[in-house]
């Protein structure tokens, strides 16, 4: 698209020169002139072509001068708008002042066209650069607001009630906590209902983060449900085959650290298998602190063929499961000294007789205290189970 050009002036043979001088790029459709004779007429031209780059103004005219037309275009809060002072050569404190006021350059009569012209391509290179970081917001205002829409969507995914169960199998409680490191994340937990005794529990972790690891992570969800709620798989089944089902839609190298259970709500048995990710705790009603095994698997999606192996543990009435991602313990403060597994063993042992949403709320307030100020590096995801 041609460069609309206004040049303002009161001396009517500068239009002459400039359409002689500039005749080759204005019949190519590079440059388009428009010509105002004072301020006013700039103004009025300027409504019906809102999209002219250039401004080539005269300081000196009457009605309005180059300096108040200079004020009104400033008020335009344009900066791909870039205005080209023109006056007498002796006339260098209104070329000052109208430079201190936001002129892009100026020229001085006798008009030496060669510079201008040389003038007028500086400005296009400014007003180009101004465009394409305008447009490059524009773009990133609406990766902003995608993130933001993806962050609900993610949120609105994961379970915010607790399953429903007869009281007459059992009793538990239930509580979770989510907080992405960025507008997404790539941790997630879950749990539902797989039938009337049993109920699905998951905490994960994938690589990476970003949208790309949001959408990993639904994916990663949906294939564990799908598997979840065939009632005759085991924890290690499940996992099984959602691993394979992972490995052939996995891209990037991409990969899920997966810590799945199936809790009786009517023994307390809980049947686990651990796919790479922190092993949770149990926290005993006596206070008693156990860790769960380290995971002997590889995380999901990375190997097709990999065999995974049930372990079970069983929960006491006041015995509660704590399950993590790694945002936790591995917390940095300013100094990037982490919040490590003997700290988050210390905030668990004062969870004591507290219920799943308070003994949450204690391990993060004691993770903030310990990161301060620092920023937040990961995302911080926790799930408590416990039977009452």
């Not at 359409?19 to 080759?24: A, D």
């Not at 350059?105 to 394409?132: G, H, R």
């Amino acid at each position: 698209m041609a460069v609309k050009i206004l040049s303002v002036d009161d001396e009517l043979d500068l239009e002459m020169l400039l359409t002689q001088y500039f005749r080759r790029k204005i019949r190519k459709g590079e440059y388009e002139f428009f010509f105002a004779h004072n301020g006013i007429e700039a103004l009025r031209v300027l409504l019906e072509q809102p999209d002219i780059s250039i401004i080539l103004s005269d300081i000196n005219m009457p009605e309005m001068d180059g300096l108040t037309l200079l004020t009104k275009i400033n008020e335009l809060r344009n900066p791909a708008l870039k205005c080209i002072m023109v006056s007498a050569y002796g006339d260098m404190g209104n070329i000052r002042t109208a430079m201190n006021n936001g002129a892009f350059d100026f020229a001085t009569k006798p008009i030496d066209l060669d510079d201008l012209s040389i003038t007028i391509e500086k400005a296009i290179d400014q007003i180009n650069y101004v465009k394409q970081s305008q447009k490059e917001h524009s773009q990133l205002v609406m990766i902003k607001s995608d993130l933001s829409v993806a962050a609900e969507i993610q949120q609105a995914i994961l379970p915010k009630k607790m399953p429903d169960y007869d009281e007459g199998v059992g009793k538990f409680d239930l509580w979770q906590s989510m907080k992405p490191a960025k507008d997404i994340g790539g941790d997630f937990y879950d749990y539902f209902k797989i039938d009337d005794e049993r109920i699905g529990l998951v905490m994960a972790d994938v690589s990476g983060k970003g949208i790309p690891a949001a959408i990993f992570m639904a994916v990663s969800r949906t294939m564990v449900h799908i598997c979840g709620f065939q009632q005759d798989y085991t924890a290690a089944q499940c996992l099984t085959i959602t691993n394979k089902m992972l490995c052939k839609e996995s891209v990037d190298n991409m990969f899920v650290t997966l810590f799945y259970a199936i809790y009786n709500v009517k023994t307390g048995e809980i049947n686990f298998c651990n796919a790479g990710h922190n092993p949770p705790y149990i926290l005993r009603k006596n206070g008693k602190l156990e860790r769960l095994p380290n995971s002997e698997s590889t995380m999901l999606g990375v190997f097709e063929f990999m065999d995974f192996n049930d372990e079970s543990e069983k929960l006491e009435e006041g015995d509660m499961l704590v399950m993590y991602t790694d945002g936790v313990d591995e917390a940095c403060n300013v100094d990037n000294q982490e919040f490590t597994d003997e700290r988050l063993e210390l905030a668990l042992n004062e969870c004591v007789g507290l219920n799943c949403k308070e003994s949450i709320e204690k391990v993060l307030s004691r993770v903030r205290e310990f990161v301060g100020e620092a920023e937040q590096s990961d995302d911080i995801t926790m799930l408590a189970i416990k039977r009452l």
